[in-house]
């Protein structure tokens, strides 16, 4: 239930930004930008994380015929 709550509150708004014209569309892209910055930079994290808990560090094997 809050989660249709939230996606429900974040549906309005967005609509409310596009209502706007060239403001909300600005608003929209920069919301955009700031998330991608912020998906990155976690992904990048847990990356790291993930790469200094491997044990033997990363092994490719090639498959030679």
Do not use: C, D, P, W
Not at 19 to 47: C, D, H, S
């Amino acid at each position: 239930l809050k989660y249709f709550m939230y996606t429900e509150y974040k549906t309005n708004f967005l609509e409310a930004l596009k209502k706007e014209g060239e403001m909300g569309r600005k608003k929209i892209n920069q919301y955009t930008r700031y998330l991608t910055i912020f998906v990155a930079g976690f992904q990048a994290y847990t990356m790291s994380l993930v790469l200094m808990k491997m044990e033997h560090g990363i092994h490719i094997r090639h498959h030679y015929q």
